[in-house]
């Protein structure tokens, strides 16, 4: 297994409440330019949904394992060793997605310990990725998560 440094988590910047699936963030990032991104790979590991699942979406196995370089999005300069979980939506995430980052980052820490945990804003200040403050989010997760909780999932009619 490649070593691993940091978990890193970030945000789709999709509208808050709004579905879309990994499948979705896959076609953004390695669909042909202009209609995606035209990158080789998607820019996560993991993608969380609204409804808690946590698709993977470049492999972590040592066998099919992308070189972190070729990663084009995550974190610039902190690739290499990083694994990138992101939640769709923006700052506001259901209750099934804050379940799911926590089992998902204590699954990660226990597959790569020593693994420290960062939002993506803390390597580029610029981003406001993910929106909300994960150090924060490590010492009160309670208080986060209700500052940030979306009650309601838009549906399509
Ligand atoms: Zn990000």
């Known amino acids: 297994m490649r070593e691993i440094n940091r978990i890193i988590v970030h945000c789709a910047a999709t509208p808050n409440g709004q579905v879309f699936t990994a499948e979705d963030v896959l076609?953004?990032?390695?669909?042909?330019?202009?209609?995606?991104?035209?990158?080789k790979h998607a820019g996560y590991h993991f993608v969380i949904e609204l409804d808690g699942k946590a698709s993977p979406l470049v492999a972590?196995?040592?066998?099919?394992?992308?070189?972190?370089?070729?990663?084009a999005n995550g974190a610039k300069g902190y690739n290499q060793d990083s694994v990138h979980v992101c939640l769709i939506g923006t700052?506001?995430?259901?209750?099934?997605?804050?379940?799911?980052?926590?089992?998902?980052?204590?699954?990660?820490?226990?597959r790569f310990p020593g693994a420290t945990v960062h939002g993506h804003r803390e390597f580029n200040p610029h981003k406001i990725c993910p929106g909300f403050d994960v150090s924060l989010w490590l010492t009160e997760p309670?208080?986060?998560?209700?500052?940030?909780?979306?009650?309601?999932?838009?549906?399509?009619?």
Do not use: M, N
Not at 142 to 157: F, P, Q, T, Y
């Open 27 to 39: 076609h953004w990032h390695t669909d042909p330019k202009p209609r995606g991104r035209g990158w």
């Open 91 to 110: 700052d506001r995430f259901t209750e099934a997605q804050w379940d799911t980052l926590h089992r998902l980052v204590a699954d990660l820490g226990l």
């Open 60 to 71: 972590l196995d040592d066998d099919r394992f992308i070189e972190p370089w070729e990663i």
């Open 142 to 157: 309670a208080r986060i998560e209700r500052e940030h909780l979306l009650d309601s999932v838009e549906d399509d009619g």
